[in-house]
């Protein structure tokens, strides 16, 4: 899977709910950082995906994806998927090895 297929895989399983094809793109030593919090390892990400996320009504718009030798940076908007409107907008880097998401980085406003 390339680059940009396996990082849209990671959106498209957030917003559909499939957390099993989430954990299957996601490094088993997967970390995400992020301003309000930081998840150490693909299981603690996977369950708060699951069962503590405040919204789980919503989708991601990408706006732009950027690709360098390993890395993908993203810019887009989370979106209400019952109103349609956009609640923030979110820029994720994502480090990438053997085919997995090892490594994300997510800022938002």
Same mark, same amino acid.
């Given at each position: 899977?390339?680059? #940009?297929?396996?990082?849209?895989?990671?959106?498209?399983?957030?917003?559909?709910?499939?957390? @099993?094809?989430?954990?299957? =793109?996601? @490094? %088993?030593?997967?970390?995400?950082?992020? %301003?309000? &919090?930081?998840?150490e390892?693909?299981?603690?990400?996977?369950?708060?995906? &699951?069962?503590?996320r405040?919204?789980?009504r919503?989708?991601?718009?990408?706006?732009?994806?950027? #690709?360098?030798?390993?890395?993908?940076? =993203?810019?887009?908007?989370? #979106?209400? @998927?019952?109103?349609?409107?956009?609640?923030?907008?979110?820029?994720?880097?994502?480090e990438?090895?053997?085919?997995?998401?090892?490594?994300?980085?997510?800022?938002s406003?």
């Amino acid at each position: 899977m390339d680059a #940009v297929a396996l990082v849209e895989r990671y959106y498209d399983a957030l917003d559909a709910h499939e957390y @099993d094809a989430l954990e299957e =793109v996601l @490094d %088993p030593e997967f970390v995400q950082r992020r %301003p309000d &919090r930081r998840f150490e390892n693909r299981e603690a990400f996977v369950e708060f995906m &699951r069962d503590g996320r405040p919204n789980k009504r919503t989708r991601h718009d990408l706006e732009d994806v950027l #690709v360098d030798d390993g890395s993908v940076a =993203v810019r887009g908007r989370v #979106v209400d @998927d019952e109103t349609g409107s956009a609640l923030f907008e979110f820029a994720d880097f994502f480090e990438l090895e053997d085919e997995a998401i090892v490594r994300l980085e997510t800022y938002s406003r």
